[in-house]
């Protein structure tokens, strides 16, 4: 079965820490999207990567920068936490074919900055 | 910018009861149209899809129509059942090679017995 894997499912840091959030997929994807969810304001993209060592800005990218060193694994990094930061963050994966595929959802990371 | 926009929720039903789900959206081009749900505790799935107007997308009882003349892509099931208990998202995406998808805010149903 395939798969998208994230590392922790509940993660509790405090505010300044710098914060790994790991997902791995199992799809041989070229692409990988990293969203955050919160009540009320559905899914929002925070950054994606089309390729290895390739990544774009979404329509959230503050406070956060992401890593792509090999094509399995999308890293999103939280570089200072803060408690705004605190949300469910998922992760995706999809093969690039013009928009008609469906994304492949990991079971998400919910963040607690404290 | 693209956007998608759902009515607002929760939505409670009882078993049995007709489902509607509105979701509408702005986009340039011809974006392809999806609804995922998110079971409690899990990640969004793909629940149905369509491409091109006039196409309907249909899994599990529910169904939806791809209108281009109403920018709107309303999802529908004739019966609902406890277990369609979830949160539904309206998606769009657009068609080029590396596409990503906008999605609405999701809207929460709750099937009572």
């Known amino acids: 079965d395939v798969k998208v894997t994230q590392s922790s499912r509940y993660l509790v840091k405090r505010t300044g820490e710098k914060v790994f959030l790991e997902c791995v997929q199992d799809?041989?994807?070229?692409?990988m999207f990293w969203y955050r969810q919160d009540p009320g304001l559905g899914l929002r993209l925070i950054y994606f990567?089309?390729?290895?060592?390739?990544?774009e800005k979404g329509d959230i990218p503050e406070g956060y920068s992401v890593s792509r060193e090999k094509k399995e694994r999308f890293s999103l990094i939280l570089e200072s936490a803060s408690t705004n930061q605190t949300s469910m963050y998922l992760c995706?994966?999809?093969?690039?074919?013009?928009?008609?595929?469906?994304?492949?959802f990991g079971s998400g990371t919910q963040l607690s900055v404290l | 910018g693209d956007s998608v926009t759902q009515m607002e929720g929760p939505v409670t039903l009882s078993e049995e009861a007709f489902l509607t789900i509105n979701c509408t959206y702005t986009?340039?081009?011809?974006?392809?149209l999806f609804w995922y749900v998110q079971y409690p505790g899990e990640g969004l799935q793909l629940l149905l899809k369509?491409?091109?107007?006039?196409d309907k997308g249909s899994n599990k009882g529910f169904e939806a129509t791809y209108r281009k003349e109403t920018t709107s892509f309303h999802l529908e099931k004739g019966s609902v059942q406890v277990s369609d208990s979830a949160v539904y998202f309206c998606?769009?995406?657009?068609?080029?090679?590396?596409?990503?998808?906008?999605f609405g805010k999701g809207i929460t149903l709750s099937v009572r017995p």
């Open positions: 998606a769009l995406s657009d068609t080029g090679a590396n596409s990503k998808l906008t």
């Open positions: 995706a994966s999809t093969r690039p074919t013009g928009g008609n595929e469906k994304l492949f």
């Open positions: 369509a491409t091109k107007a006039d």
């Open positions: 990567s089309y390729d290895v060592k390739m990544k």
């Open positions: 799809m041989d994807h070229e692409n």
């Open positions: 986009a340039t081009g011809y974006p392809s």
